[in-house]
């Protein structure tokens, strides 16, 4: 992968760490899109967020319902315009007491140079295969 593809990915998952909407739209297309694979719960939204506009808005939902969230890449792996992001998790719902780690994956659809679409899975393997498809 080159290095400013991973840079790039490096910036995003560290704004979202920081709960920086703006920044980690930076990294994004215009028209970046957010899709839910089947089993990733969803609380802000039923509608796939579509454009800076729904998907800051998205996120701010999203961010505003765990007291921490602190995703961390574990590894990348490529196939033409698609990144899978390997992510460590390790996050607490807002007014829990409980923290929870776990092992997910995103895969980032690319284009001129910034994330385009983003799709969330719960399954690294299952994020693995869209990779391959």
Known sequence: MDT?????????????TQGDVSAVLAQCHDDVEVYKAPGVIEMVSAL????????????EGWLASWDL??????????????????????SRGRG????????????????????????????RDEALRDLED
Request: net charge negative.
């Open 4 to 16: 400013e593809r991973a840079a790039l990915i490096d910036r995003f998952y560290e704004a979202l």
């Open 48 to 59: 796939t967020p579509r454009g800076r506009e729904r998907v800051a808005h998205w996120l």
């Open 69 to 90: 969230y602190e995703p961390r890449v574990e590894g990348l792996s490529e196939a033409g315009d698609k990144v899978v992001a390997l992510l460590h998790v390790r």
């Open 96 to 123: 829990s007491q409980f923290d929870l780690e776990e092992d997910i994956a995103d895969v980032l659809s690319m284009r001129d140079g910034k994330i385009s679409g983003m799709r969330l899975y719960v399954s």
